[in-house]
């Protein structure tokens, strides 16, 4: 309560101070836009709705243009808000160029920038094949800061905005069986949390979100469907956790925990020693073959 207050009165005192900034008079006459990468579904294309049900700009970014522009027309009846697609691989060098280009083309600017797109990878770290490791740092974490670091600067110059960085559960512990995949999201709350309190006082909102379990496909595609940590911690909605990051990044929070069992989890393990979660963390992430009782 007294983080959001504080994030709320230096909000404030960065408006005052700085009214009509330069670097806002330079967008004037176009829209503000919230750009969500891997917008096309799971908690990506609940965050879309999110936005566009507030009446704000959208573009969603994933890699095929023909789910995403099922997707956007499945969207057009939501009032005032224009959902918008750009079909990008997000690890591109030029990533960064291209969405800045496709927003001046339609008018628009980067108001807020979500980074949630990411992939997984189940399994022990040593039977995956090199470049497998690889694409997932790419994505999970050179994307997300080189995304962040374009966008950060505007947004303190111009005083408003913000960025959401989709982390999870995962990144307050290490994971056996998904070793690189919590590795990356520890890097991703690491990150966003410095850079929030970088931000203090700049007017431009930086929130961490870190679901547990959501019903998305992402455990299917890493093969963990069967893994005991999806029967013993609550699987949450990829919409519960939209409208959690939306209310939470709104209200200036710096870290978002969904639900109230993440939340006690991850207070678990920060205070636990590692010597005893780690080895815990392992027999929940093992992947079980179906109705194996091991
Ligand atoms: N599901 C969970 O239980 C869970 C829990 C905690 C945190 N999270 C985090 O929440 C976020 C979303 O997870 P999710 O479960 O909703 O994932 P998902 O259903 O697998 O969706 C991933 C999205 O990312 C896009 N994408 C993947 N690689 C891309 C690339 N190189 N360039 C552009 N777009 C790309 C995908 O579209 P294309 O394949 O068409 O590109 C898709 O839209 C991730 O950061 C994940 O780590 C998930």
């Given amino acids: 309560m007294t983080e959001v207050l504080a ?20 967008v004037a006459g176009r829209r503000p836009a919230t750009v969500i990468t891997g917008g096309s579904r799971g908690i990506g294309l609940a965050l879309t709705r999110q ?16 789910v995403l522009d099922a997707e956007a027309l499945a969207m057009r009846d939501i009032a005032g808000a224009r959902v918008l697609t750009l079909a990008l691989d997000i690890t591109r060098d030029d990533a960064a160029d291209a969405i800045e ?37 790419a994505i999970n974490i050179g994307a997300l800061t080189r995304l962040t670091r374009h966008a950060l600067p505007a947004m303190k110059a111009r005083g408003r905005g913000g960025i959401i960085n989709i982390a999870s559960l995962g990144g307050y512990v290490p994971g056996p069986q998904q070793a690189a995949y919590y590795a990356s999201k520890a890097y991703v709350t690491s990150l966003t949390e410095a850079i929030a309190e970088e931000c203090t006082g700049t007017g431009v909102r930086i929130s961490v979100v870190a679901p547990g379990p959501v019903e998305t496909g992402f455990h299917a595609a890493i093969d963990a469907n069967h893994a005991l940590y999806l029967k013993l911690i609550p699987v949450m909605s990829p919409e519960r956790v939209a409208r959690a990051a939306y209310s939470g990044f709104m209200l200036g929070r710096t870290v978002v925990r969904p639900g109230l069992v993440v939340p006690l989890v991850a207070a678990a393990v920060r205070v636990l020693p590692h010597g005893l979660t780690v080895p815990i963390v392992r027999r929940l992430l093992e992947q079980r073959k179906p109705g194996s009782r091991r």
């Fill in 51 to 66: 936005f566009a049900a507030a009446g704000q700009d959208v573009v969603m970014i994933a890699r095929s243009q023909d």
């Fill in 101 to 137: 280009s496709f927003l001046q083309s339609q008018g628009s600017y980067l108001d807020v920038l979500v980074n949630n797109a990411a992939i997984g990878l189940g399994g022990a770290f040593d039977s995956h094949a090199p470049a497998a490791i690889d694409q997932l740092i």
């Fill in 7 to 26: 994030k709320l009165v230096g909000h404030w005192i960065a408006r005052r101070s700085n009214p009509v900034p330069q670097a806002l008079a330079a």
